[in-house]
């Protein structure tokens, strides 16, 4: 029998097993983990998880796979090229999902992760750049200063992820990522 990804219980089974597989990442390494303590920690049957995943690792790189695809999907259905109402999606997004970031973003997260979120943020920040200036090509110094930017707002989302994103507030963050984005965009402009 065919299972149906898009079911209400198979994604609130998937999402349990990431919230688990999260909150043992942070107390030990993925090789340790077992099928037994994380299917205990989601009350999941064990032979549900052999549903959907052959091991730990592939849940892992699933869960990986997911949330770029979340967040691509976030940047392409967000209003057109309003920073605000983007980056509340994606800090919405990263709210709803608090202990998967802690993991993937946090001091015991996947620095090969990391950089997949780098580069993809950066090819989605350069194309909307690109889009606003209506270049048919980009400076390459637009490549080397966005990839600064785009790590910078990940290295504050990350000492946000520390403070368990209680201060600043998300609105204030929010803002915060806006002025920083306002003076980036001017020193984009004079690459041109």
Same mark, same amino acid.
């Given at each position: 029998?065919?299972?149906? !990804?898009?079911?209400?219980?198979?994604? %609130?089974? %998937?999402?349990? @097993?990431?919230?688990?597989?999260?909150?043992?990442? =942070?107390?030990?390494?993925?090789?340790?983990?077992?099928?037994?303590?994380?299917?205990? *920690?989601?009350?999941?049957?064990?032979?549900? +998880?052999?549903?959907? &995943?052959?091991?730990? +690792?592939?849940?892992?790189?699933?869960?990986?796979?997911?949330?770029?695809?979340?967040?691509?999907?976030?940047?392409?259905?967000?209003?057109? &090229?309003? &920073?605000?109402?983007?980056?509340?999606? *994606? @800090?919405?997004?990263?709210?709803?999902?608090?202990?998967? +970031?802690?993991?993937?973003?946090?001091?015991?997260?996947?620095?090969?992760?990391?950089?997949?979120?780098?580069? @993809?943020?950066? /090819?989605?920040?350069?194309?909307?750049? %690109?889009? /606003?200036? !209506?270049?048919?090509?980009?400076?390459?110094?637009?490549?080397?200063?966005?990839? &600064?930017?785009?790590?910078?707002?990940?290295?504050?989302?990350?000492?946000?992820?520390?403070?368990?994103?209680?201060?600043?507030?998300?609105?204030? +963050?929010?803002? =915060?990522? @806006?002025?920083?984005?306002?003076?980036?965009?001017?020193?984009?402009?004079?690459?041109?």
């Amino acid at each position: 029998m065919k299972i149906n !990804s898009n079911d209400r219980r198979v994604r %609130k089974t %998937k999402k349990s @097993l990431r919230e688990s597989l999260a909150q043992l990442l =942070m107390e030990k390494e993925l090789h340790q983990i077992t099928v037994r303590e994380l299917t205990e *920690l989601a009350d999941i049957h064990r032979a549900t +998880f052999y549903t959907h &995943y052959q091991d730990i +690792f592939e849940l892992y790189e699933k869960t990986e796979e997911a949330v770029l695809n979340e967040i691509v999907l976030i940047i392409e259905n967000s209003p057109k &090229y309003n &920073y605000k109402s983007l980056f509340t999606l *994606l @800090l919405d997004y990263v709210l709803d999902n608090k202990l998967l +970031f802690q993991m993937l973003l946090g001091d015991t997260g996947n620095r090969r992760f990391q950089n997949k979120v780098c580069h @993809l943020l950066e /090819e989605q920040y350069l194309k909307i750049s %690109k889009h /606003e200036s !209506s270049l048919t090509a980009h400076p390459i110094e637009w490549e080397y200063l966005t990839s &600064y930017h785009i790590q910078g707002c990940l290295t504050l989302l990350s000492k946000w992820l520390k403070e368990d994103y209680q201060n600043p507030s998300k609105d204030q +963050f929010i803002n =915060m990522i @806006l002025r920083i984005d306002e003076i980036f965009d001017e020193i984009l402009d004079s690459y041109q």
